[in-house]
């Protein structure tokens, strides 16, 4: 079975540009979380989906905001981008939030010039 | 707030060596823990996880041990291979109130084994 699936892989963007990155589950799971990882640290939570509503966010800015389909998959959208938007973005599905286990996708590498 | 604090990098050990990350934490409940790791270029891959106190979680020769008394899951291999060069992170999952499980992360600790 696949993984979890993410799309693009690297992306570049210049300051005050908008990005929209892509997530699909692990077939069955219908939770998906996002993380942002910055060079040299460990993931954040940014925003964690379920049955297309929101049940969790991290301290990020309004600029951040997602959303999950009825095929489970999800967006995340950044606007404005800033230099310090540069990161790695996780995507992670667990079968439902209840479940405390969750599996990571290979992740989009974002650098804002 | 929730918090985990891993043992400062990078570690070089020889192949065969002992290896030891240290990792403890601050919760207030009973999380879950977790150690996940991160090859070049990759995302995070789960490694092992404990869900209550004294649970010992084990993978591919990888332990740890979930110490409620001492807040502590420290990662431990007996003899390490070249191919277990990766960033480790440590890693809780606590129920947030708001309907999820989140995970919080400490920084990593990155290994490079040398032959």
């Known amino acids: 079975d696949a993984g979890v699936t993410q799309s693009p892989t690297h992306l570049i963007k210049t300051r005050g540009q908008h990005v929209t990155l892509r997530c699909s589950p692990i077939?069955?799971?219908?939770?998906v979380s996002w993380y942002q990882q910055v060079l040299g640290q460990g993931p954040q939570f940014i925003f964690q989906?379920?049955?297309?509503?929101?049940?969790g966010r991290g301290n990020f800015p309004d600029r951040f905001s997602a959303r999950q389909f009825p095929n489970y998959s999800s967006e995340l959208n950044v606007n404005a981008l800033l230099l310090g938007d540069s990161a790695l973005y996780l995507c992670?599905?667990?079968?439902?939030?209840?479940?405390?286990?969750?599996?990571f996708g290979p992740g989009t590498r974002l650098t804002v010039l | 707030g929730n918090s985990v604090t891993q043992m400062e990098g990078p570690v070089t050990l020889s192949e065969e060596a002992f290896l030891t990350i240290n990792c403890t934490y601050t919760?207030?409940?009973?999380?879950?823990l977790f150690w996940y790791v991160q090859y070049p270029g990759e995302g995070l891959q789960l490694l092992l996880k404990?869900?209550?106190?004294?649970d010992k979680g084990s993978n591919k020769g990888f332990e740890a041990t979930y110490r409620k008394e001492t807040t502590s899951f420290h990662l431990e291999k007996g003899s390490v291979q070249v191919s277990d060069s990766a960033v480790y992170f440590c890693?809780?999952?606590?129920?947030?109130?708001?309907?999820?499980?989140?995970?919080?992360f400490g920084k990593g600790t990155k290994l490079s084994v040398i032959p």
């Open positions: 992670a599905s667990s079968i439902e939030p209840s479940t405390d286990t969750q599996y």
């Open positions: 077939s069955g799971h219908k939770s």
């Open positions: 989906y379920y049955e297309k509503e929101e049940r």
């Open positions: 919760a207030t409940g009973y999380p879950s």
């Open positions: 404990a869900t209550k106190a004294d």
């Open positions: 890693a809780l999952s606590e129920w947030s109130g708001a309907g999820s499980y989140q995970l919080t």
